[in-house]
């Protein structure tokens, strides 16, 4: 336990004996058993990967430490990336524990404050882009010719190969891979590197087969099942606020040869799927990660057959990055009391 993803897997990872193994405690994130949804939307087996669980609250440290690693190999001391603020998070903290410089460019207005104030704290240079990500992200891809840095978004390829090992866990943990892959697609990093590894699984005999893979975009931020890039996406999902992703033909693939499906979901059904996913399953995740639960909903109310599968919804990151979100959402209404017994009893519609 604790020994890091470049560790635990390092078979299967782009490593020499120069790569630093370095480790903040990433991956190794729990697999948990839906308690009530399951049984709502008919699956054979439910399970939550929780990888809010992941030191930065977000999948993005299990790529962050590869592409970290490698930077350091290659005698970089500045790690740049965009973001959405996940992957500025992931940057800063392992640009900290590193000693290195970190440099974030994020669109104005439009980072989750918890994910910000992650970055500030770890200590990055952030600069704020009155853009949206896709302008940011085709900056910092322009900025490596000019200044010595390292880019650490997903279009460095080392940060796919960390973000792999959520699928041997998914593996390692059910035995085989899981008949559907429910996950939340925005970069459309994530939904290449877990058929990366589900596949890299099968052709070593690790796994006897392969999922479907099912990606969800928000409806107002969905290139791929549109056919054409969005020029202003829009949804209340910042995490996957992504008019023009990086790895579009790569998901397609993946889709493709799994013979999945990329889907778009309303922000009403990611809310809706948000709230059940902490007032039935006590898991408390952002708005991007819900798009998963509410996509197998959508699957399961379009008449889907799910009931001898085994299914999967990637939870890709905590609740408590955007904790405003949460009080906006919610019906319930905080209640007031004096300090006696007596008053919080009546409250609580006991009288003494
Ligand atoms: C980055 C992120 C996503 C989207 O992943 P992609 O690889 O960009 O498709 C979804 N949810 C959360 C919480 C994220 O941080």
């Given at each position: 336990m604790g020994e890091g993803v470049l560790r635990h897997y390092a078979e299967h990872l782009p490593l020499t004996p120069q790569t630093p193994m370095i480790t903040m405690g990433e991956g190794e994130t729990p697999l948990v058993r839906s308690s009530h949804l399951e049984k709502e939307v008919g699956c054979g087996a439910l399970y939550f990967k929780l990888e809010g669980c992941n030191p930065t609250g977000s999948f993005k440290d299990r790529g962050m430490v590869v592409a970290v690693a490698k930077a350091m190999e290659e005698g970089k001391t500045t790690i740049l990336c965009a973001s959405t603020g996940n992957t500025s998070a992931s940057a800063a903290a392992y640009g900290a524990y590193c000693g290195l410089n970190t440099v974030v460019l994020v669109p104005k207005g439009s980072v989750a404050q918890g994910k910000l104030s992650q970055a500030v704290a770890y200590g990055a240079r952030v600069v704020i882009v009155d853009g949206n990500f896709d302008q940011a992200l085709t900056l910092v891809r322009q900025l490596p010719e000019y200044l010595p840095m390292s880019l650490v978004n997903s279009v460095n390829p080392y940060r796919l190969q960390g973000q792999k090992t959520a699928a041997f866990e998914v593996m390692d943990s059910l035995g085989d891979a899981p008949d559907y892959l429910c996950i939340p697609v925005g970069n459309a990093g994530n939904i290449t590197a877990y058929w990366m590894g589900f596949q890299e699984y099968a052709d070593s005999g690790k796994a006897t087969k392969r999922p479907k893979m099912m990606g969800f975009q928000a409806a107002g931020a969905a290139p791929i099942v549109l056919g054409h890039a969005v020029e202003s996406p829009e949804t209340v999902a910042s995490a996957i606020r992504?008019?023009?992703?990086?790895?579009w033909q790569l998901a397609e693939r993946a889709r493709d040869e799994s013979g999945g499906a990329i889907d778009s979901v309303s922000d009403e059904q990611i809310l809706e799927a948000y709230g059940l996913m902490a007032s039935r399953e006590g898991i408390f995740c952002e708005p991007a990660s819900a798009a998963s639960m509410a996509g197998l909903m959508k699957l399961a109310s379009q008449g889907a057959d799910l009931k001898d599968k085994t299914v999967v919804c990637v939870?890709?990151?905590?609740g408590l990055k955007d904790p405003d979100l949460a009080m906006q959402q919610t019906t319930t209404v905080l209640q007031e009391t004096a300090p006696d017994l007596e008053s919080v009893l009546s409250i609580l519609g006991r009288s003494v």
């Open positions: 992504i008019g023009n992703p990086a790895s939870i890709t990151g905590t």
